[in-house]
C-alpha cells in the first residue's frame, strides 16, 4: 500500500501509514504528524515529483514555500514561524516511517536543521522583568485579581508548573511546604518560601470565595469576580486574558513571540532558578515535568550555552 500511495501520491494513505507507525513506535504520538505529511505529499504532487526521483533541497524548498504562501490547499498567507518549525519537525518521521514501510527515503533527500532554534520555549523571562510583573499585580485594578494573579505567577515562575497544571490544582493539594501535582505528570514538589508566603494569603480569600457556591468547588485557583461565577474554578482563556492584561499594565511587550508565550517563559524562569540554585537536572525534571531536561544537548539547541 505505501508503495503505491508513493507512486501515486496518495496523501491520504501516507498520512494514514505515518500515524500506523507513530502508534506502534511511539508512547505519546503527535497528532499533527500526519496532517504535516499529508501537506507535503500534496506539495509534492503539485510540483510534479516522481518517487522515488526527489531533489536533494525539497523539504527545505517546501517549507521555505509554505513560511511565505501558507500550507498547499490552505488558506494563502504567511506562516508563523512556530507553525513552520512544527511542520519541520514532523517530516522528520518521514525517514524512519519509510524505512519501516520497506522504502526507504533517497538517500540524497536532506532533513533540513532547525531554522528557529528559539522556538522551543526554552527562554526564561528577565529577573527584572519579572520584578516589574510582580510589583505590578499590588496595583493591577480590578483589585480583587490581584491575590489570585499572584498565585499564577508563583506557580509557573516560582514552582514551575504549565497553567493547565496551575488550574488544575485542588485546595488539598497544598500540603505545607511542598505542592501535590495530579495528572499524567504526579509529583511532589517543594514550595519556595515565597510561594509559600503567597499562599497563605491566598487561602482565606479562596475559601471565602468557595463558600459562594451551594457546592463548594475543591479547586485552589476560584474566581474573584463579582459575577455568578464567584467561586466557580478559574478557565484557562479567562487567566490567559488576565496574563495579557498585565504584562500590559506592567508596560511590559514581548518582542518576539515566536519563541514562546508569557506562561512558558514564567515556567522556563523557575527552571533556570532550580539549576542555578544547584539542584541536579534529574530532580529538576521530576518536578517541573520536563522530561527534555534530561536529552543530552538541550542546553545548546536552545541557545543557553
Not at 4 to 17: F, I, K, S
Not at 53 to 79: H, R, S, V
Not at 167 to 177: A, F, N, Y
Request: glycine share 8%; no cysteine.
Amino acid at each position: 500500500m505505501v508503495g503505491e500511495a508513493l507512486a501515486t501520491w496518495n496523501e491520504r494513505v501516507l498520512a494514514e501509514g505515518v500515524w500506523a507507525y507513530l502508534v506502534r513506535h511511539r508512547r505519546r504520538p503527535d497528532t499533527v504528524v500526519p496532517h504535516m505529511v499529508e501537506r507535503f505529499v500534496l506539495w509534492l504532487a503539485l510540483k510534479g515529483r516522481k518517487w522515488p526521483a526527489l531533489e536533494a533541497g525539497d523539504i527545505l524548498a517546501y517549507l521555505l514555500e509554505i513560511k511565505e504562501k501558507g500550507f498547499p490547499g490552505g488558506p494563502p498567507g504567511p506562516l508563523a514561524p512556530a507553525t513552520v518549525e512544527r511542520a519541520r519537525g514532523a517530516l522528520g518521521y518521514l525517514w524512519p516511517f519509510l524505512e519501516w514501510a520497506g522504502h526507504p527515503m533517497p538517500p540524497h533527500v536532506e532533513y533540513p536543521p532547525r531554522q528557529y532554534p528559539l522556538l522551543s520555549g526554552r527562554v526564561p523571562i528577565p529577573e527584572e522583568v519579572w520584578e516589574r510583573v510582580w510589583q505590578a499585580t499590588d496595583h493591577f485594578t480590578p483589585a480583587y485579581w490581584r491575590p489570585m494573579l499572584k498565585v499564577v505567577l508563583v506557580m509557573l515562575g516560582e514552582v514551575g508548573l504549565n497553567l493547565r497544571e496551575a488550574l488544575d490544582l485542588w485546595r488539598d493539594d497544598v500540603r505545607g511546604e511542598v505542592l501535590l501535582v495530579r495528572g499524567r505528570r504526579l509529583r511532589e514538589i517543594p514550595l519556595s518560601p515565597l510561594a509559600q508566603g503567597v499562599l497563605r494569603e491566598w487561602l482565606p480569600v479562596r475559601d471565602y470565595l468557595a463558600s459562594h457556591q451551594p457546592l463548594p468547588f475543591p479547586h485552589l485557583l476560584l474566581s474573584p469576580a463579582p459575577t455568578k461565577n464567584r467561586g466557580k474554578p478559574l478557565t484557562h482563556p479567562t487567566v490567559v486574558v488576565l496574563l495579557k492584561d498585565l504584562l500590559r499594565y506592567a508596560g511590559y511587550k514581548e518582542e518576539d513571540r515566536a519563541r514562546a508565550s508569557f506562561a512558558k517563559r514564567l515556567r522556563w524562569r523557575a527552571i533556570r532558578n532550580y539549576l542555578k540554585a544547584g539542584y541536579p537536572k534529574d530532580k529538576v525534571a521530576y518536578w517541573t515535568g520536563m522530561r527534555s531536561l534530561l536529552m543530552p544537548g538541550w542546553e545548546k539547541e536552545a541557545g543557553w550555552e
